[in-house]
């Protein structure tokens, strides 16, 4: 649910990274807030437990150009992974207006991916969004290990609507920023169409 604001001028999008625990959701953010300059973001949020890296979720709004005259913002976050987070992960998704799923591309990780996955359309289906409707796009992180399962596998596994699938190394920043510009440019042109 894209919030505008007609004092400042200003269109906010929310756009929240989704995965299976320590997939590389927090690591995504982490490498975009590092890598952009000052001025063009927010205070990034990250709050920590002893057994994950995000408790809750990361914030850091993004500004990314005009529409209209409207400086647009970005606003991303990520949920937790772990499945005993359940009411924090479906929370986080209440108003998105995009949406990126991390999976792992480890072997192992595979059932987690589904999993999530499954999670992940029954909560949006509970604020009434379909994930066949909203700007989405699938990760393949960590992509650098060498037990992962080949692509074109994990594609046919995990892909729904024929989303674009960016192959990632998180940690290294490999396919980070295309992931954002493929889901900012989709955001975009919703938001055009209105």
């Given at each position: 649910m894209?919030?505008?604001?007609?004092?400042s001028r200003e269109i906010n999008c929310k756009i929240v990274y989704y995965g299976p625990g320590l997939?590389?959701?927090?690591?995504?953010?982490?490498?975009?807030?590092?890598?952009?300059?000052?001025q063009a973001r927010g205070k990034l949020i990250s709050l920590a437990t002893e057994a994950d890296r995000t408790l809750f979720f990361d914030f850091m709004p993004l500004e990314l150009g005009t529409v209209r005259g409207f400086k647009?913002?970005?606003?991303l976050y990520t949920v937790?992974?772990?499945?005993?987070?359940?009411?924090?992960?479906?929370l986080i998704l209440k108003g998105v207006d995009g949406v990126v799923?991390?999976?792992d591309s480890q072997e192992e990780r595979m059932d987690a991916n589904i999993e999530s996955l499954r999670n992940l359309e029954e909560n949006l289906r509970a604020?009434?969004?379909?994930?066949?409707?909203?700007?989405?796009?699938?990760?393949?992180?960590?992509?650098?290990?060498p037990n992962v399962i080949a692509t074109g596998e994990l594609t046919s596994e995990l892909q729904r609507k024929g989303e674009p699938v960016i192959e990632a190394v998180a940690s290294t920043g490999a396919g980070v920023f295309?992931?954002?510009?493929?889901?900012?440019?989709?955001?975009?042109?919703?938001l055009r169409k209105a």
């Open positions: 894209t919030f505008i604001n007609y004092a997939c590389g959701k927090t690591t995504n953010l982490q490498f975009i807030y590092d890598s952009t300059a000052a647009t913002r970005f606003h937790p992974g772990q499945v005993f987070y359940e009411a924090s992960r479906k799923f991390v999976a604020y009434g969004y379909e994930l066949m409707k909203l700007p989405y796009v699938l990760q393949l992180n960590k992509r650098d290990l295309d992931t954002l510009k493929a889901v900012a440019k989709q955001v975009l042109t919703e």
